[in-house]
């Protein structure tokens, strides 16, 4: 200050001495007349006047030297106070011809006011900088600093402008106020607050500056966390003045209360600030939804967070995290989850980090969703030391017990180094329930390796047990007999075996094994104590021990006790009854009692007339009858069993038994034609081969060899020598075919057929070729075989081959073929797992054709079929429920869908998922969102199901117009499910591009935010 005072006292004493000088010694001539009378114009502010007088002076050219130059100087001062558009040119012109004059530096200050006047900025700098603040006089200092700063400042040179304003910041002048705003505004920008603020402080009541400081005064007490004083100061000032930047100054104060934890008055003027904002941006959104969190208006909360989302950044990090919260507080476990996952893939503060990851986890195995295992293993991994540890390990431990996904459960485990008792129990469980999934959907052999590790890890005995037992089922499956025993021997030796559901079955099953390889005193033995301690509702297992023990007396000769047990399976009315009663009249026949055997069969026949067994039943009755002498009946027998059964393969020795009763009864001539009929009817068979015998022996009793001779020369093969030749080829192939050498076997089968096309064991090399074939898969060859085989009149083979010949071209899609071929097979076969087999193949090749209609039918007869496994009425059921929905008939496919969802196999899955499907397509969203839920519960899970059922779930979500929740259900397949070569669709990219087109829809109905204009303020507005 003291400098300003000084010059401004030097450049009054030069004014005093100048004036005095001039009227002391300057005497006016008449030539310098005019310039006196335009000086005194000029005094008298004048200008125009002055302007003239003067110009009129320098136009006459008469006076001194001096006062002429003073004159051109005053005129060209006279242009610029009346704002002539020629100023800037006489004071250029000016300075240019007197750049040594003493009105010089006078001459630069008026043209830097006037580029000044005229917003010239980068002119007027120069201008001032030429001037001299020593030849200026009274408010013209204070303008000279001012508009010299404002120029720097403008420029952007902030430090040369405050030195400018710094002069004149306590000189009362028009100036001041001006000079004390943009000093203070420079201090703001270097973030000097305390000089900001005292200067600010300054302009309370300047109508110009006053309204703009609030903003900068408020700005600063938030920046330097003087959050009280922001509040003291702004909230009067917006309560009782009008400032600029209002709407920023709510901002600011709400903010502040937010830092002190007010969150309630925070709101309040966030909603101020929002009203007066056309677009908010993240940040305060974010702010306003953690405000309304901590004021426990959730809904609201979630509104807001849920627009900060999507940028991948800490905002959205955090953001996320608090959704979380949110969802949880609104009783929404399902979107906290979602929101949890989503803050835990993100590392920008890795606090969020974990606990986000660990509520992930632990909402995971709540709501038993997949996810949690893995979360909670990488939390610990990641997170040893955290809080939460022990938690974690106790979560993780219950939920290893009570996983949904034992795939991903045993790799977690796996992965568990240093296992405590309690994880090797959960491990022992969960190998074991893999075990029981891998066996459900026919992996036997991995099967088996986790029921051995559920065997290893022996900290449940039940457990170990039953692992034990399903362990022995699978081997026993796999005909690996001998295995089998001693695994079951193993189970039911087991002490933890006893109280198992199946330690009993354990005895049955073991007698089976023995059963099947021909032990029938182990056999019987392991029957009849499964039956001692049978349970009274395994009525079926039981009625089959008795049959199985009957037959192994029988295998055993022990006839007696074989009938006991036949006779115990015919009064308990066991369901193969039937079979009891031909296996008595079997035995009785065998115990030389032909009478009772008829009247056995014939109970049979009468009792059960359409029984399977009633082809074999009329054959025996009709060689009872032989055998009792009772020629008329056993024709009767043998005539109606050709007639219901042609195709039958007693067909052949029913003909030849006509023919023998005629030959017993001396009827040859009868005889002679029917055995004719059988070598004719059945050529290179056995029974062929025994007619012509008797034909021979008939000829030879009549004495007419000449006749024999006749007849034999036109059946092929039927000399001596060739037929010793065609029965040793034949057995040789036959003989390598019995050891399992399928390769010789083939080659000896085919050579036997090329020397022999007509031989008598044609059908047998031809049959048995064809299974060389398959065996050896030559599928192509052994079809050829089989349709051999099926062409030729119905023989012992024709069942076999059909099955085969009709599933070869099912497999070899030739689906049209192979619905021939099984009609055929269930028109005629006697077995009925044959029946079955041909009922599934028409099922299945009708679907696969398609022809829904028909897959239905066969579909309808397998589940209302009798003695059909647990495993075909699944598929019958998937069947059926597929093929209504192609056929658009949702109540039967919704029908056939629950009857298969109550199992917890790969079919349960796909059914649970139908039914959501179903519910979808007919509106009812929530329902659908239910059961897709239901699909990633099931025991055990199905990634593709749960995959699809995912992708259902976010269509139920956009259905019901809650995009968020779909968005996020698609991100986190994206992020969590991983393709497995074997599934029929790519459930990543289906997720991907719905997830492209509800992003692309929400981009087309985005409005954009009309821009509002900054409010303008005139800086440069000076103060009068």
Not at 672 to 679: E, M, S, T
Request: charged share 25%.
């Amino acid at each position: 200050m003291k400098k300003i005072f000084h010059k401004l006292l030097i450049v009054s004493c030069l004014l005093v001495s100048t004036s005095s000088f001039a009227q002391l010694t300057e005497n006016f001539t008449e030539k310098d007349r005019d310039y006196k009378i335009a000086w005194e114009l000029y005094v008298k502010e004048k200008y125009s006047a002055a302007k003239n007088v003067f110009e009129s002076y320098l136009a006459e050219n008469k006076g001194s030297e001096h006062n002429k130059i003073n004159a051109e100087f005053y005129a060209a001062v006279c242009s610029y106070e009346l704002f002539n558009p020629d100023a800037e040119q006489k004071l250029l012109i000016f300075t240019e011809k007197h750049s040594e004059c003493t009105k010089a530096p006078l001459a630069w200050f008026y043209l830097g006011r006037q580029y000044y006047r005229i917003k010239k900025y980068t002119k007027a700098l120069p201008a001032f900088e030429k001037a001299d603040v020593y030849y200026l006089s009274g408010d013209e200092v204070p303008e000279y600093y001012f508009k010299t700063g404002y120029c720097y400042f403008n420029k952007g040179e902030l430090d040369k402008a405050a030195k400018k304003f710094h002069e004149i910041l306590n000189v009362k002048s028009k100036y001041q106020t001006a000079a004390q705003y943009y000093y203070g505004h420079i201090a703001y920008s270097n973030n000097n607050y305390k000089t900001a603020l005292e200067y600010f402080g300054k302009l309370d009541s300047s109508a110009t500056f006053g309204p703009l400081v609030p903003y900068y005064i408020t700005q600063m007490y938030f920046e330097t966390g003087k959050y009280d004083d922001v509040i003291n100061y702004a909230v009067p000032v917006l309560q009782n003045k009008s400032p600029q930047n209002n709407a920023e100054i709510m901002r600011i104060v709400a903010e502040s209360y937010y830092r002190k934890g007010d969150y309630k008055n925070a709101l309040v003027y966030f909603d101020g600030y929002s009203q007066a904002t056309p677009t908010l941006s993240r940040d305060d959104r974010y702010t306003i939804a953690f405000c309304e969190y901590k004021s426990e208006d959730y809904n609201n909360a979630i509104l807001n967070f849920e627009k900060v989302t999507g940028k991948q950044d800490s905002l959205d990090q955090n953001a996320w995290y608090h959704l979380g919260d949110c969802y949880l507080k609104t009783a929404n476990k399902t979107a906290a989850r979602n929101a949890f996952q989503f803050a835990s893939k993100l590392n920008h503060n890795t606090s969020i980090q974990e606990n986000a990851l660990f509520n992930y986890a632990k909402l995971s195995y709540e709501l038993n969703l997949p996810g949690g295992l893995t979360a909670f293993s990488d939390f610990l991994k990641n997170y040893p030391d955290s809080k939460n540890a022990d938690e974690a390990n106790e979560l993780l431990a219950e939920l290893y017990l009570g996983t949904r996904n034992y795939k991903d459960a045993l790799i977690a485990l796996d992965n568990v180094k240093n296992k405590t008792t309690r994880t090797k129990g959960a491990y022992q469980k969960v190998a074991f329930f893999r075990g029981i999934e891998m066996m459900n959907d026919g992996e036997n052999d991995k099967a088996i390796g986790m029921f051995e590790k559920a065997i290893i890890n022996d900290i449940d005995p039940d457990i170990r047990a039953k692992a034990i037992y399903w362990k022995a089922e699978i081997l026993f499956k796999q005909e690996k007999l001998d295995l089998a025993i001693k695994q079951y021997r193993t189970f039911i030796f087991n002490p933890g075996s006893v109280n198992t559901s199946m330690y009993n079955l354990g005895n049955y099953n073991l007698g089976y094994c023995y059963f099947k390889l021909n032990n029938y005193q182990e056999s019987q033995s392991w029957f009849r104590k499964y039956m001692a301690k049978r349970n009274s509702d395994e009525v079926a297992i039981y009625h089959d021990a008795l049959l199985r023990t009957a037959d192994c007396h029988y295998a055993m000769r022990e006839y007696e006790s074989a009938l006991r047990y036949y006779n115990d399976a015919v009064t308990e009315k066991a369901a193969s009854s039937d079979y009891a009663l031909f296996q008595r009249g079997v035995i009785q026949g065998l115990q030389g009692d032909a009478e009772e055997k008829s009247k056995t069969l014939t109970s049979l026949l009468g009792s059960y007339p359409k029984s399977r067994y009633r082809a074999d039943a009329l054959f025996e009755r009709g060689r009872a009858y032989m055998a009792n002498g009772d020629s008329e009946k056993a024709k009767e027998n043998f005539n109606l069993l050709l007639k219901e059964f042609p195709g039958s393969q007693y067909a052949k020795r029913s003909q030849l038994n006509i023919a023998l009763v005629y030959y017993n009864n001396k009827q040859d001539e009868l005889a002679l034609a029917q055995f004719k009929k059988v070598i004719g009817t059945y050529p290179g068979t056995p029974e062929a081969a025994e007619a012509l015998n008797s034909v021979k022996n008939i000829y030879i009793s009549n004495g007419k060899p000449d006749d024999y001779f006749a007849y034999v020369k036109n059946i092929p093969n039927a000399s001596v020598s060739t037929g010793a030749q065609d029965s040793i080829t034949y057995e040789a192939a036959e003989q390598r075919y019995l050891k399992g050498n399928f390769d010789d076997a083939a080659r000896d089968f085919d050579k036997y057929l090329t020397q022999f096309p007509n031989g008598a064991y044609k059908l047998n090399a031809t049959f048995y070729k064809a299974e060389c074939d398959y065996r050896n898969k030559n599928y192509s060859q052994s079809l050829i075989g089989y349709e051999n085989i099926i062409s030729e009149p119905a023989n012992i083979y024709t069942e076999k081959s059909l099955a085969k010949a009709a599933a070869l071209h099912y497999n070899g899609k030739e689906y049209t073929k192979a619905i021939t071929y099984f009609l055929r097979l269930e028109a005629t076969a006697e077995l009925r797992e044959n029946v079955l087999a041909a009922q599934t193949g028409l099922r299945r090749s009708y679907y696969s054709q398609p022809n829904y209609n028909e897959a239905i039918a066969y579909a309808k007869k397998l589940i209302n079929g009798e003695k059909v496994s647990n495993d075909i009425v699944s598929e019958a059921h998937l069947t059926y429920g597929r093929s209504a929905l192609q056929l658009n008939d949702f109540v039967g496919a919704k029908n056939e869908y629950t009857a298969l969802s109550k199992q917890s196999s790969l079919a349960g899955a796909e059914a649970k998922y139908q039914l959501a499907f179903i519910d979808y397509k007919m509106g009812n969203f929530k329902a659908s969102q239910k059961k897709c839920y239901d699909v990633a519960n099931q025991v055990p899970s199905y990634d593709f199901w749960i995959g699809k059922s995912f992708i259902l779930l976010a269509d139920n979500y956009i259905a019901l117009v809650d995009t968020f929740q779909a968005k996020a259900t698609l991100q986190s397949i994206l992020e969590n499910y991983e393709k497995d070569p074997a599934d029929p669709e790519d459930i990543k990219a289906m997720a991907q591009e719905k997830l492209d087109d509800l992003l692309l829809i929400e981009m087309n109905q985005m409005k954009k935010p009309e821009e509002q204009p900054e409010p303008e303020t005139d800086l440069n507005k000076e103060e009068k």
